[in-house]
């Protein structure tokens, strides 16, 4: 039995999780889910994916552009066992009543408060607790950046000091910025460190910025140890470690600029970097303390904690079996 999975919400986030469900030999894409009739919705048609307007208020807009609606987010709710909510942030929480009504399952994304949902999630960190749930929030993507490394640090992690460099805003977004400012967040620590502890009982603090760039968002993150590891160790433990990669700027990788060129050049749909990205020459250990500067790519490495959530809460794969599965699927490198 395959489960039968929607999208409500079709951007940044639900049209790479929808890819990604459609590449699953358990998972079926039963439909999206528009606001409008735009090129994506188009694109979502011409490439097979039933779509669905958001909700009865938006069909006008479909009839007026005589584009054929498969019907209403309800309809889609009726033929589905689980929803990934990818609207905007805050409104899963309000669409949340509508999938209790249907009685299906629903996995929320980083944009909501953690109340949202039974768990909030990251494969690696936390598959287990997500087994058998029926709400599941998959955390942002920078809070998964620093969770994927983080966890696979815990047993050394006194207390961890994380900057957030973060993107202004998606490459597909003509309407955000800054275009020439630095934004400080100027509430301490900003909301990262706390969402990190939803998934992980770990000291953190952080402080964030945004920047004008669109590619990806960088950590430096900084740990005071509670037990000694070289820096060959953490290097060892990152080469060991799922959905993290090392890059060296001794080949090239200079910046954000050519992490993106190297998932172009893989062929990566939509430059898709599912993996965070840690400078290898940055992993520092300085008595008790150790520095490591890492990226992530916002839009894609929370696509697959949201295949992994679903399995876990259909509970029909393991941990390690449902994360190879989805690695493979998605031409993760480890
Ligand atoms: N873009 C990013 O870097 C990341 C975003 N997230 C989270 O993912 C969630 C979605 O974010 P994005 O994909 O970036 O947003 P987005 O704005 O790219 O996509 C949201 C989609 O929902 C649609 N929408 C608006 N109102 C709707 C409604 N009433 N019903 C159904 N669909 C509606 C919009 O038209 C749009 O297609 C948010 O919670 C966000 O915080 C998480 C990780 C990274
Ligand atoms: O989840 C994200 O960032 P966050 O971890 O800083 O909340 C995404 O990059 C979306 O961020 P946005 O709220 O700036 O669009």
């Not at 048609?45 to 054929?68: N, Q, T």
């Not at 009726?78 to 009543?97: F, L, Q, R």
């Not at 058998?132 to 047993?155: F, H, I, M, P």
């Not at 520095?291 to 959530?309: R, T």
Request: with cysteine; glycine share 6%; charged share 25%.
């Amino acid at each position: 039995m395959k489960v039968k999975v929607g999208i409500n919400g079709y951007g940044t986030i639900g049209k790479r999780v929808a890819y990604a469900v459609s590449k699953q030999d358990d998972m079926e894409l039963i439909g999206v889910t528009k606001t409008k009739p735009d090129f994506e919705a188009y694109l979502a048609r011409e490439s097979g994916i039933p779509v669905y307007a958001a909700s009865e208020e938006f069909l006008p807009r479909f009839e007026k552009a005589s584009f054929e609606v498969a019907g209403t987010l309800n309809d889609l709710l009726e033929e589905v066992d689980v929803i990934v909510d990818a609207t905007p942030g805050g409104m899963g929480a309000k669409n949340k009543a509508l999938y209790e009504k249907a009685g299906i399952k629903a996995v929320f994304q980083g944009g909501e408060k953690a109340e949202v949902a039974q768990v909030s999630f990251v494969a690696q960190a936390n598959y287990e607790k997500a087994l058998g749930k029926d709400y599941v929030r998959v955390v942002s993507c920078n809070t998964t950046g620093l969770t994927r490394t983080l966890s696979a640090l815990q047993e050394y992690i006194d207390y961890v000091y994380a900057v957030m460099i973060r993107r202004a805003a998606d490459p597909n977004d003509s309407k955000r910025g800054p275009i020439n400012a630095i934004k400080p967040t100027v509430e301490v620590p900003s909301h990262h460190g706390p969402d990190v502890q939803t998934v992980i009982p770990i000291n953190i603090e952080t402080m964030a910025f945004v920047v004008p760039t669109t590619l990806m968002h960088v950590h430096s993150v900084m740990i005071e140890l509670k037990k000694p590891i070289t820096r060959e160790d953490v290097i060892e433990v990152f080469e060991n470690t799922t959905r993290v990669l090392l890059f060296e700027k001794e080949k090239g990788f200079e910046s954000t600029a050519q992490l993106i060129e190297f998932a172009r050049d893989l062929h990566r749909e939509w430059n898709n970097l599912y993996e965070i990205a840690v400078w290898k020459e940055s992993i520092s250990v300085k008595g008790n303390r150790l520095f490591y500067i890492q990226a992530v790519h916002q839009e894609s490495d929370v696509v697959p904690e949201n295949v992994d959530s679903i399995r876990a809460m259909f509970e029909i794969a393991d941990k390690w079996e449902s994360i190879k599965k989805t690695n493979k699927s998605l031409g993760i490198l480890k």
